[in-house]
């Protein structure tokens, strides 16, 4: 049973999902999809503004679509698709264009930290600024209203484009009365700072991510990489302090974490012995979806099949939304 609620999201094409994207973001994601109506496509229009790349932008677009069937995403309620794969898209853009005040698009984070990095480098203001990215709202709002949804699960950041979304419907509804429901923005429960390698925010600018799918040796590699502090295996550890815990007790369960916490108070255990735990509980649970993934990268045309599928079900709601709003604003 699905409830009526429709949910929508579009992930970028720009990097393989580590593992803070996926405890962050893609798992809750996955869990939304067993209970509700549920779209999400690659925005693979949306990473044209900063990847001039195609074979990149297709890469990352098998990878991420991969990665989301392999972890178990619900494909019974969800059409997976690719943005670009519906031309419905690049005419609800345009026709959203034209009820968009300039200033609102001023007004982004993404466009106004631009503006203000180039400010303080004294370079001119829209320098390296390409419409795509200026326009990156207006694309965002019509991904959001072509297929009526209800909930967009977002990161922080990700929230005004949600309320510029909000704003241009009811912009468009106050001229040419009721047509687009207005969204809301769902922002992930925050599950904690998810350290990365050096102890910091696991993130890619950082390089210090380990990736959620990756080889078993790579993953071990990676692990045994985490930074600790010099204390000797005899001596007691503040589990709460450290990485190899904080990561630990996102994928163990609550005897698991409770028994390795005791582990780090009690002493005799080398930050050595901790990491193989650690390698070793991530291993066990990813293990079964990362054959699953190789399966699916090395045969991409069961990736583009379902794409496919994805696209099928998402064009038949955008079609419909799509025609209303050319009546209105045509005739
Ligand atoms: N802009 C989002 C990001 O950078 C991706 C995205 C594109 C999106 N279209 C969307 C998210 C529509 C939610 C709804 O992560």
Known sequence: MTDEK?????????????????????????????????????????ALNSIH??????????????????????????????????????????????????GLM?????????????????????????????????????????????????????????????????YFNNIYGETFKLPEPVIGEDCGLIPGLDGRKMSKSYDNTIPLLCPRNELKKKIMRIITDSKAPEESKNPDESTIFLIYKLFA?????AALRKRFLDGGMGYGEAKTILFEKIDSVLSEPRERYEHLMATPSEI??????????????????????????LG
């Open 53 to 102: 790349d195609a074979r990149e932008i297709k890469q990352h677009t098998y990878e991420i679509a991969a990665l989301m069937i392999a972890m178990g995403l619900n494909l019974d309620n969800t059409a997976l698709f690719r943005q670009s794969d519906i031309n419905e898209i690049y005419q609800l853009t345009e026709f959203l264009m034209n009820v968009t005040p300039k």
């Open 253 to 257: 369960n609550t005897n698991e974490t």
């Open 304 to 329: 583009d099949t379902i794409l496919n599928q994805g696209a099928q079900r998402a064009h038949i709601v955008a079609s419909k939304v799509l025609s209303k709003v050319k009546k209105k604003m």
């Open 6 to 46: 429709i949910v929508l999201t579009g992930i970028k094409p720009t990097g393989i999902p580590h593992i803070g994207n996926y405890l962050g973001a893609l798992k809750s994601l996955i869990d939304m999809s067993q209970k509700y109506k549920t779209f999400i496509f690659i925005a693979d229009l949306h």
């Open 106 to 170: 001023n007004r982004a984070h993404s466009y106004k930290a631009m503006v203000e990095k180039n400010t303080e480098s004294g370079v001119d203001i829209d320098s390296g600024i390409n419409m795509g990215l200026y326009t990156y709202p207006i694309l965002m709002a019509a991904d959001i209203l072509l297929y009526n949804s209800d909930i967009v699960p977002v990161g922080k950041d990700q929230k005004q484009h949600v309320e510029f979304a909000r704003d241009i419907a009811g």
